[in-house]
């Protein structure tokens, strides 16, 4: 479908405000800074920063749809012979490879962590996001494989997988927070996530192999 104008200009309007409030909490911290000062800044009224963005934290976590539904695409995208687990750690080694700052692997990722951390509400927001990528995950597991409703192990499975994802993410925000080089923490990364496939269980690394026709 082609992008209409009146969709591109809400589109461009949003990141533009997105960006701003991002620089502006990065510079001078999230609960300091305020809406009215992001509307300013973006020269924008209060009433149109809030149109797009519900609550102070989505400005923050503006991409945090695509975050929660992430597994799920990898997933849903494994190839024949491959299983839902395996789709995931293949694809997180792609982006430790790669060095991708999609994952945190950029200079500056420590500044975004530190708002976070200095940020009650933000570490909340950040909770209340890794439950719905766990619940949001289940669903796509229990329809991949055929599960019904009573049936507990997309839930045990789905948490099996979410803290795979968490404790990378984890020890990439703590290391970019020390100040490490993000080629180095890479390289630790994957051994890490090598120490971490031996420790699942053939249960959980077979679970939603695709078939192979």
């Known amino acids: 479908m082609v992008e209409g104008l009146r ?5 461009e309007t949003r990141q533009r405000i997105s960006d ?18 992001v509307a300013e800044a973006a020269d924008v009224s209060v009433n149109t920063v809030y149109n ?6 989505d400005l923050f976590f503006d991409r945090s749809a695509g975050v ?4 799920s695409r990898w997933v849903r995208g494994r190839a024949k012979g491959e299983s839902a687990a395996g789709a995931v750690l293949r694809e997180l080694r792609a982006d430790i490879e790669s060095v991708s700052p999609r994952i945190g692997l950029m ?8 708002c976070i951390q200095e940020a009650p509400p933000l570490r909340s927001r950040l909770w209340s996001m890794q439950q719905e990528i766990h619940d ?18 997309p839930g045990l499975i789905a948490g099996q997988i979410v803290w795979i994802h968490q404790t990378v ?12 080089n993000p080629g180095k923490v ?18 959980v690394l077979n679970y939603a192999v695709r078939g192979v026709e």
């Open 107 to 114: 200079e500056g990722y420590d500044r975004f962590m530190r």
């Open 136 to 153: 949001h995950l289940e669903s796509t597991l229990r329809e991949e494989a055929g599960a019904d409703a009573a049936d507990p192990l």
């Open 7 to 11: 969709e591109r200009k809400k589109r």
């Open 20 to 37: 701003i409030a991002t620089g502006l909490f990065l510079e001078h911290g999230f609960v300091t800074v305020t809406i009215a000062e």
């Open 186 to 203: 890479s390289r630790e990364v994957l051994v890490l996530l090598d120490d971490i496939e031996e420790l699942l269980s053939p249960g």
């Open 52 to 57: 797009y963005f519900p609550a102070k934290e």
């Open 68 to 71: 929660v539904e992430q597994l």
């Open 169 to 180: 993410f984890v020890h990439i925000g703590r290391e970019m927070v020390a100040g490490r």
